[in-house]
């Protein structure tokens, strides 16, 4: 029997999924959704996976099939932390949960103003804000702006200066959020931005993503619930 919980997982999975296709997009790459795992047989943009696992138990060399592990980089999201990819030369380079608020909780005031990025200006100032000067701002191209399901959330300071932001992603049992920064104050000082941001577009759905270390502790204080493992996979 599948618990309230594994559901939650499988909806996470899936939601991050969606994501890494719709960044792998913006870069012109094209990827596949099966039954049992989301993969792109090219190298995926910079920290995003090449495969993330949609159901418990997928069988390791089918999926490392799937990949490009010639490409320097090449990596796995086990999503249920139950698959062993060391014979396909994969080693463990970190572990998380997954995380879970429910759409009542109560919504966190933010004494920032907030808007979602829609033209390439707008999104490029986030991305610097994101980057904090790791020369990466690139990755977030303007094509990401044509995904429907994609919602880059700004939070800007009295002068109007991008302070803090996430990614949100939309899918129809869940919205999931990545990429949480903010330069000063880390997550603590991003998060009711953002969960006022998501509470106000999507006052129905739940919200999910994954967290680990400083990180994971940050969300948990801002309402959010582990709710199971994943494993990152790196090949080499």
């Not at 943009?45 to 418990?56: F, K, R």
């Not at 300071?157 to 990545?178: H, K, L, M, P, Y």
């Not at 997550?187 to 006052?203: G, N, S, T, Y």
Request: some cysteine; aromatic content about 8%.
């Amino acid at each position: 029997m599948t618990t309230p919980k594994q559901l939650i997982i499988r909806a996470a999975a899936r939601n991050n999924a969606e994501w890494c296709a719709a960044m792998s997009r913006s870069h012109g790459l094209m990827s596949e959704f099966g039954l049992q795992a989301w993969a792109a047989p090219a190298r995926t943009p910079l920290y995003y996976p090449d495969a993330v696992t949609l159901v418990p138990g997928v069988d390791p060399a089918v999926l490392a099939a799937r990949i490009d592990t010639t490409a320097a980089g090449a990596s796995v999201k086990d999503s249920f932390a139950d698959l062993d990819l060391t014979e396909a030369g994969f080693h463990v380079l970190f572990e998380a949960q997954w995380i879970h608020r429910p759409a009542s909780a109560p919504a966190i005031a933010s004494d920032l103003a907030w808007g979602v990025a829609t033209d390439p200006d707008m999104l490029h100032a986030w991305a610097l804000a994101w980057d904090d000067g790791n020369r990466n701002a690139d990755l977030f191209r303007p094509e990401l702006l044509d995904d429907p399901a994609t919602f880059v959330l700004a939070g800007r300071s009295a002068s109007g200066r991008v302070v803090t932001g996430a990614v949100a992603s939309r899918s129809d049992q869940v919205v999931g959020i990545s990429n949480v920064f903010a330069p000063d104050g880390g997550p603590d000082a991003a998060w009711p931005v953002v969960l006022e941001a998501v509470h106000r577009l999507f006052p129905t759905l739940p919200v999910v993503g994954y967290e680990h270390g400083d990180g994971l502790e940050a969300a948990m204080r801002h309402g959010f619930e582990p709710v199971g493992p994943l494993r990152i996979w790196l090949h080499g």
